[in-house]
């Protein structure tokens, strides 16, 4: 009884040292994976700068410099869960020595801190708030912590410090009692609403396994991270009011980047495997029979049965003790094996359902944002078809729109082409006729010119030679008094002819002189006459030269005014031209309008389709802006057509995602039909280990009733041995003992016959056990290909989670393309918007030079009817 209620006691020790052991590491897992999913605001699974460093002292060894970028293995300048896992060890390592070197600044800053008291925190709440959040001196000094969270109306009036704490997710995991008693309290709700899936989660840890707050389980981390407990224990105080240490901190070690994911949901192997396996155990057993067998016959075969039978015996109830002892341990240590399997096997369901329950909701809320998408998606894509739709309608008003005006664009084009070559024909003619006008005029005016040159000239000869007539006539009427006088003289002389001689020879000197100076005189005079007449004569031509000169002037005038009269007949045909065109011009100008209107609707209606006219930059002329709005309607046709192709693309993409997902949620819920499975297994499994342990303690009380009756025998063999004593005092009787001696012998061979038959039933119950034990072999196989299968569906599972998260990525970069699409669609739009502009200024300066066109007609008409009322 003793023994096995030791044997009980042991396993009970080791059962809690195991269940100690799979707590401490479904706490560590737990505190990674919430400490992530709690700084994680976005609820992307991965973690940038921003949210890290929202959380400094937590996760401080990522905002060193470095540090991040290493920690990044696939180079996205995020992080997830698996990088955090693999830097675990060093990120912890960092924080142990992060918050050594920040006791020693504060200690450096507070003089006082290393004998600090409530009171002391209290008055330096700048303090206080620091150490809330150092994790190495909250170990070292629970006992200030919980006085410090007793004194509540403190804490209200100084809520960063609350806040602090309540943050430091490695000290509420350790503390579980402290953390479960603050959560309650209604003051941290209020500071840290976005704290409730963090409180929520952990409650319900501590719900689900009390035993963490009942022994104070501490988080241990596996293979991959680093427990600081032991430099926490080295560098603190075994007191509240200890001092600080001053060794060194502890050194960080090397990052592991390249290290691979350790299994964190299973245990490690026992060291029950090291012991030896049933088979082994068999063959011993056999062994040990097969050399019983071999005594009996030799006790059958020998001279002596009785020493033989007394070896024997003493070597059988040896090897039985021994292999009873052998079983024994065996057992023990099966049973142990065997408990801390289903132990293990236990935590990885309960493990692997969590994180399947998890990766679940996690599937769901992806899901239900992918519907919500979905939905988004289609709604945009009804009200995409419906503008489209009356997009489509509206540009097929246009285009019928467009043909008409076109139509009557070319017809008015036709009619100002035919006005332009009646105007330039007109034109033509009249600078024919203004050439000929101007040659005529300047040959006109010289003639005239030279004629009033002429006549001046005639009429200065004219007038010179009238003076010298009247000089000449006052010559002759003096030449003639002179000659009266000269005659009266002479009449004079003649009656005085009694006067000198020689007066009178110079008197009749100056006679011959004067004589000769008269008929010179009367010479110049016949001269003068003939001049006169020759004068009059070409006075006389010049005058008929004139009159023919002003006939033909006054035909070219006839002539003139006959072209003036056909050119103001023309300018009244161009200005009635002018005047059609100009009606023209102003329907053109209101189906400008009305088109520009329609423009502004189309322009307002199809945002999107105008975003791929892209070719509008290569219009330089006015002319063509009519092909244009042909090409950008074709355009705009394409684009549409490029649109509805892309978004049958994109919801053929979103069919399949939904398909997918769909699978994967058929996946989802025949990995939880195969968890439900193997429940189902591990409860039969279960069974049968119980069945196992129960038929355990029959061998085990089996054995003991062999060892019962292994006494019995060893009384009988002592029995025997006085027998034999007895035998050999009586050896010398005489021959009548011989014949009880006999029967003493028959009965001792009919005993061993007995013995034979019950070793024989020992050997048929060693076999039944070994076939017990086979079936466990095979059962523990199955158990392990279970596992093995378990495994196989974790890395389906998580390789599914990463296909999953690549799709979510590529899901993101196809948001993002949309979104960089639609901001190229906008600035399309704005540029579109500018060259619309830049046309419409350009239609406003080709407006404005047709109207300086007509202004110019209209000048050029104005000449024309200058020169024909001048001509």
């Known amino acids: 009884m003793n023994r ?18 799979q707590l401490s590491q479904l706490l560590g897992n737990w505190y990674v994976e919430q400490r992530f999913a709690a700084t994680d605001r976005n609820g992307d699974a991965l973690l940038d700068t921003t949210e890290v460093g929202a959380y400094a002292h937590e996760w401080g060894y990522y905002l060193q410099p470095g540090n991040f970028l290493a920690a990044d293995q696939n180079h996205d300048r995020h992080l997830n869960l698996y990088e955090v896992r693999t830097h675990l060890q060093a990120e912890l390592a960092f924080r142990a020595a992060d918050e050594h070197r920040q006791l020693e600044h504060i200690l450096a800053r507070y003089p006082y801190f290393e004998t600090a008291r409530v009171k002391y925190l209290k008055r330096h709440p700048e303090l206080a708030r620091q150490l809330m959040g150092n994790y190495l001196w909250l170990r070292g000094h629970p006992g200030l912590v919980r006085q410090l969270l ?35 309290r209604p003051l941290l709700q209020q500071l840290m609403p976005d704290m409730q899936a963090w409180r929520r989660a952990h409650i319900r840890l501590l719900t689900a396994f009390p035993d963490i707050r009942k022994y104070r389980i501490q988080a241990e981390f596996g293979s991959y991270a680093y427990d600081a407990s032991e430099d926490i224990e080295k560098t603190t105080a075994t007191a509240d009011e200890g001092t600080l240490p001053s060794s060194s901190p502890p050194q960080a070690e090397p990052l592991a980047s390249d290290s691979p994911l350790p299994a964190t949901e299973e245990g490690e192997q026992p060291e029950a495997m090291a012991s030896p396996s049933p088979k082994v155990m068999l063959e011993e057993v056999e062994t040990a029979q097969q050399a019983l067998n071999q005594r009996l016959e030799d006790l059958r075969q020998g001279p002596d049965p009785l020493e033989r039978l007394r070896d024997s015996a003493h070597i059988v109830i040896g090897v039985q003790k021994k292999q009873i002892r ?18 293990q096997e236990l935590d990885s369901l309960r493990s692997l359902q969590w994180g399947l329950e998890s990766k679940v909701r996690q599937q769901s809320l992806q899901l239900s944002s992918l519907n919500r998408e979905r939905t988004a998606l289609l709604h945009q894509k009804r009200s995409l078809e419906s503008s489209l739709y009356q997009q489509q309608q509206a540009n097929l008003r246009l285009r ?6 076109l139509r009557h664009a070319r017809q008015v084009q036709d009619e100002l082409q035919f006005l332009m070559t009646r105007v330039e024909q007109l034109n033509e003619t009249y600078r024919r006729y203004t ?18 040159a002429e006549l001046r000239r005639q009429q200065l000869q004219a007038g010179s030679q009238q003076r010298e007539l009247a000089a000449l006539k006052g010559e002759l009427r003096q030449s003639q008094q002179d000659l009266q006088s000269s005659q009266a003289f002479v009449n004079h002389l003649l009656a005085g002819q009694d006067s000198t001689g020689r007066r009178l020879r110079r008197q009749a000197s100056l006679l011959r002189q004067a004589q000769d100076s008269l008929q010179m005189v009367q010479g110049a005079f016949v001269q003068l006459q003939r001049q006169q007449k020759n004068l009059t004569d070409s006075l006389r031509q010049s005058k008929n030269q004139l009159q023919r000169e002003n006939q033909q002037y006054a035909q070219l005038y006839a002539s003139r005014q006959e072209l003036a009269q056909a050119l103001e007949t023309a300018t009244r045909q161009y200005a009635a031209e002018r005047k059609a065109l100009a009606a023209t011009r102003r329907q053109l100008d209101s189906l400008g309008q009305v088109a520009a209107t329609q423009a502004a609707d189309l322009r307002h209606k199809e945002q999107q389709l105008f975003s791929l006219q892209r070719e509008l930059a290569g219009y330089q002329s006015q002319a063509d802006v009519q092909t244009q709005t042909r090409e950008e309607l074709r355009l705009s046709r394409e684009a549409y057509s490029q649109l509805q192709a892309r978004h049958q693309e994109l919801q053929r993409q979103l069919e399949q995602l939904i398909q997918q997902q769909k699978q994967q949620i058929q996946g989802v819920q025949l990995d939880r039909q195969a968890v439900q499975r193997l429940q189902l297994e591990n409860e039969s499994m279960r069974e049968q280990l119980e069945a196992s342990q129960e038929f355990v303690r029959q061998t085990i009380l089996e054995k003991a009733q062999l060892e019962e009756e292994l006494k019995q025998q060893e009384m009988k063999i002592a029995a025997l041995r006085h027998e034999t004593d007895s035998l050999r005092s009586t050896l010398a009787a005489p021959p009548t003992a011989v014949a009880s001696i006999a029967d003493s012998i028959r009965q001792f061979q009919m005993e061993i016959v007995d013995l034979e038959q019950q070793v024989g039933q020992q050997l048929s119950q060693n076999l039944e056990q070994r076939q017990q034990i086979e079936l466990l072999q095979t059962q523990i196989a199955q158990l392990e290909r279970e596992k093995a299968q378990l495994t196989t569906g974790r890395q389906v599972d998580e390789i599914r989670m990463r296909q999953l998260q690549n799709r979510e990525e590529e899901l993101q970069r196809k948001l993002q393309r949309q979104h960089e699409q639609e901001k190229l669609m906008k600035q399309r739009e704005t540029m579109l918007n500018q060259k619309i502009k830049e046309l419409e200024v350009k239609e406003r300066k080709y407006q404005q030079l047709v109207e300086k066109e007509k202004e110019l007609k209209l000048m050029e008409q104005r000449l024309k009817q200058q020169l024909r009322k001048k001509e």
């Open 435 to 452: 050439r000929y006008n101007q040659r005529v005029r300047d040959s006109l005016s010289s003639l005239n010119s030279q004629l009033q």
């Open 400 to 405: 019928r729109r467009n043909d008409s005006l």
């Open 326 to 343: 052998e079983l024994y341990e065996q057992i023990r240590q099966q049973a142990g094996f065997f408990a801390r399997l289903r132990q």
């Open 4 to 21: 096995n209620l030791l044997f009980l006691l042991l396993l009970g020790i080791q059962f809690l040292h195991a269940q100690s052991e």
């Open 150 to 184: 007793s004194d509540r109306a403190w804490l209200r009036r100084h809520p960063e410090v609350l806040k602090q704490l309540g943050t430091n997710f490695r000290w509420l995991t350790s503390e579980s009692e402290l953390a479960f008693r603050l959560y309650e």
